[in-house]
C-alpha cells in the first residue's frame, strides 16, 4: 500500500472551539512523508524526505505565497527528521546528502543561502535536535563519527561533535528543557554512570534518574502547566499505573488522568494553556472516539474533529496554530495532502 502522508494544518484561538466546517486544502506540490516542523523567522518549515513538485530540492521546504517553496537547494537524497533554531540560525538534522556533495551529512545549518554541514556525519541517524546551555545536542541511532564516539547524545563545540555526559547505551529520540535541566528520552537503561529507566535528566555534567522513571521506550516530552509531559511506550510510570502518558514535577511522577487510548502516542506539544497529542489511537477512551489528534486543557480531553487523521506522527504548536504530520484511513491509495482546519 502506498504511504499515505497529511499535514494538517489547525489554526487554534484561546475562546472558539475547533471544528471541521472549515477545512482548506493545502495540498501544494509535496510528495512523500513529513516528519518535522519548525517557524523559523516567522514562516513554516516542513522537513521529511519528501518531494516538491520535481523540484530539485528534496526533504526542506517553506510555506510562502500559499505554496510549499524549495528551500536552498535542500537534500538530494535521505531523510530530515528534525529541526532547532541556535544562536538566530537554522538547524536541520537525519542522515541526508546535501545538494552538490557525495557525503552523508547528519545535521546541516541554514545560512539564509545555502545549507552547510555542521562538522562530520554520524554514523546512524540523528533524531533530535535541543539547545541547553548555550550549546546544540543532537540524539539518535548514532555511537559515533569520524572523529569521535558519540554514543546516542553529543553536544556541538563549534568545531566538532563530542560524547555528552559519556552517552547512553541505547537509541535517543527526544530532548526538553525543563527545570533548568536537559532530559533525555529513548530506549537507553544507562546515561553516562546512572541507571535509569529510559529517561534522564543532566544538569550539564551529571546524568540523574527520574525516580523509578517508567517501563517503556519514551518518544516525546513537552512542558504544559509548569510540568514535563512524558509520552510513549509504557504503562508505569513510577509507582502509577500510566499508560502511554505521565507527567513529572521535578521528583515524583503523576497518571494524568481521563485519557484511556488504546494505541500509542506519537509526539506531543503545547500551544498556549492546551496539550496536543498525535499517534496512531482511535479512541481517547471507551466512549469517545478519536482520529489520532486530541487536545488537553489540564482537566479534560478533547477530540479535534478532523478527516480521518491516523497514525498521526508529529506535532508542532505555535500560540494560534497546530501543524501535524500523519496518514489518513479514508482511502487505499491517495497522494499527500496539507489540510488547514480554521474554527
Known amino acids: 500500500m502506498a504511504k499515505k502522508i497529511y499535514l494538517a494544518l489547525i489554526s487554534v484561538m484561546m475562546f472558539f472551539q475547533i471544528n471541521a466546517g472549515n477545512v482548506n486544502d493545502l495540498t501544494h506540490d509535496l510528495d512523500g512523508a513529513v516528519n518535522c516542523f519548525i517557524e ?156 535509569v529507566k529510559y529517561l534522564a535528566k543532566w544538569n550539564g555534567s551529571d546524568f540523574q534518574a527520574c525516580e523509578k522513571g517508567v517501563d517503556g521506550m519514551v518518544k516525546s516530552l513537552a512542558v504544559f502547566k509548569e510540568q514535563l509531559y512524558v509520552s510513549g511506550y509504557f504503562t508505569h510510570a513510577g509507582d502509577s499505573v500510566s499508560v502511554c502518558i505521565a507527567s513529572w514535577n521535578g521528583e515524583k511522577w503523576s497518571a494524568v488522568e481521563g485519557l484511556d487510548i488504546d494505541n500509542y502516542i506519537s509526539d506531543m506539544a503545547v500551544a498556549g494553556d492546551r496539550l496536543f497529542i498525535v499517534g496512531n489511537f482511535e479512541h481517547l477512551s471507551k466512549l469517545k ?13 478533547t477530540n479535534i474533529p478532523t478527516k480521518s487523521v491516523n497514525g498521526a506522527t508529529s506535532v508542532y504548536c505555535l500560540p494560534n496554530a497546530i501543524y501535524v504530520s500523519g496518514s489518513d484511513s479514508d482511502r487505499e491509495i491517495m497522494k499527500p495532502k496539507v489540510l488547514r482546519i480554521t474554527n
Request: aromatic residues 16%; contains cysteine; proline residues 1%.
Open 40 to 195: 523559523y523567522n516567522g514562516k513554516i518549515y516542513a522537513g521529511g524526505s519528501f518531494e516538491i513538485n520535481g523540484k530539485l530540492g528534496k526533504g526542506i521546504a517553506l510555506w510562502e505565497n500559499k505554496k510549499w517553496n524549495c528551500v536552498g537547494d535542500g537534500i538530494t537524497e535521505g531523510n530530515i527528521q528534525c529541526f532547532a533554531e541556535f544562536n538566530g540560525k537554522l538547524y536541520a538534522g537525519g542522515s541526508f546528502k546535501l545538494a552538490h556533495s557525495r557525503e552523508i551529512a547528519s545535521v546541516a545549518c541554514w545560512d539564509g543561502k545555502k545549507w552547510k554541514p555542521v562538522g562530520k556525519a554520524f554514523n546512524k541517524m540523528v533524531w533530535t535536535l535541543g539547545v541547553f546551555n548555550n550549546q546544540l545536542f543532537a540524539g539518535g541511532y548514532f555511537t559515533q563519527n569520524a572523529e569521535n564516539s558519540t554514543k546516542y547524545l553529543a553536544k556541538w563545540n563549534g568545531k566538532d561533535w563530542t560524547e555528552a555526559g559519556g552517552g547512553m547505551n541505547k537509541h535517543v529520540f527526544t530532548l526538553k528543557v525543563y527545570n533548568n535541566e536537559l532530559y533525555v528520552g529513548g530506549a537507553f537503561t544507562k546515561a553516562g554512570e546512572a541507571d
Open 289 to 301: 472516539r478519536s482520529n489520532g489528534i486530541a487536545e488537553f486543557n489540564g482537566n479534560k480531553w
